[in-house]
């Protein structure tokens, strides 16, 4: 069921928010690391009646650390983000494996916090596992596909990202053969293939695409020695979406001259030979999109996608010098139409399963 965030439940952390005057950093606990509101030495009546109610606190959970220059650090950069522009309280807790990620949110609710990110499509099954039992705590999937009452997933369009990817690739590849690596097989990781699939086979619609996940987000032993086998089985044009992994993939392809694209954040430096550009992620912006939601009390129980519509949130990042002004040109047309909805990505059936396929609406 989608249902609007309760007033009931909110009302008072929108009145705290004006409130808070000074934000400081506390210290380590066990669990996680957390940012508190600190009270103004002197107090009107107004302040006094203010603080005796709960500000915005905000936790998120990440699979990976906050160091990771792609995934895992674009989400602690959104809810310091919202610290800083809603004087919420925040923590966050690192590198939570499949089999705590349930208590680890547990605990948070528990403990208070009003809104909990799960930064990953990963957490899906724990989310619905603990919403029921913690009503007044939003829980918020980035990179999900779960809702409900207190439920909501916070997606970045990927698949509209991944398609302007696929249509360079296809221009730049010489083998006709390319590859896409990434850890797990979920639904926004699989969205991110198709659109990297479909994107090809509009320039290309002999072109092959390969997969391959390494199971695991941050390991680089296991991401080059995935990108190693794509290449030597003929991809010279390798799309992945890691977190820590991510530098050795575009390493390795520089090193083994292919080409590669990067993820989340702008990954050009990292192989400037090799990184033809980057779908941009900025998911601080999307996690603070949410909070403020919050403080209007408009947050609802549903799947929220940002895609190209939303060109500060996702966009291609720095072009390799490599790509011409002519293939800029043909990727920004297209970006529009996208943007205009005269592509669209509609449900299908391919090969007798269920996927997405491109509308094309002409004028």
């Not at 000074?22 to 066990?30: F, H, M, P, Q, Y």
């Not at 674009?74 to 809810?79: A, L």
Request: glycine share 8%; charged share 20%.
């Amino acid at each position: 069921m989608k249902s609007p965030l309760k007033r009931r439940k909110f009302i008072g952390f929108t009145s705290a928010l004006l409130g808070s005057l000074v934000l400081k950093a506390c210290g380590n606990n066990d669990n996680s690391t957390s940012t508190n509101s600190e009270n103004p030495t002197f107090q009107t009546e107004e302040q006094k009646t203010t603080e005796t109610q709960n500000p915005l606190k905000i936790a998120i959970v990440l699979p990976g650390i906050i160091t990771d220059k792609a995934w895992n650090q674009t989400g602690y950069e959104g809810v310091k983000l919202t610290q800083e522009k809603l004087g919420a309280e925040i923590a966050y807790i690192e590198q939570v494996s499949q089999a705590d990620q349930a208590e680890t949110l547990a605990d948070f609710a528990r403990r208070g916090y009003n809104l909990v990110y799960a930064h990953g499509g990963q957490f899906d099954a724990a989310i619905q596992q603990v919403a029921r039992q913690f009503p007044d705590t939003f829980f918020i999937g980035v990179n999900g596909a779960v809702e409900g009452e207190n439920i909501a997933s916070l997606r970045i369009d990927h698949l509209q990202g991944s398609y302007l990817c696929g249509m360079l690739g296809a221009m730049m590849t010489k083998s006709n053969q390319m590859a896409y690596i990434t850890a797990q097989s979920f639904q926004a990781t699989n969205e991110e293939l198709r659109g990297f699939e479909l994107g090809a086979k509009s320039i290309n619609p002999d072109i092959k695409i390969t997969s391959s996940y390494t199971g695991d987000w941050n390991d680089a032993a296991k991401a080059k020695e995935a990108t190693l086998a794509l290449i030597s089985s003929g991809a010279d044009v390798v799309y992945q979406w890691l977190d820590n992994a991510s530098p050795a993939v575009l390493q390795t392809a520089q090193e083994k001259g292919v080409y590669a694209f990067g993820n989340t954040v702008d990954q050009l430096n990292i192989a400037p030979e090799a990184v033809l550009t980057t779908p941009v992620k900025r998911l601080d912006l999307a996690i603070n999109y949410i909070a403020e939601l919050v403080t209007k009390n408009e947050l609802e129980g549903k799947i929220y996608s940002l895609g190209l519509d939303y060109p500060d949130i996702l966009y291609l990042g720095e072009f390799n010098e490599v790509v011409t002004d002519d293939m800029i040109a043909k990727i920004n047309d297209v970006k529009q139409e996208i943007i205009t909805k005269k592509i669209t990505f509609e449900p299908c059936q391919k090969d007798g399963k269920s996927t997405l396929c491109v509308n094309k609406t002409v004028s």
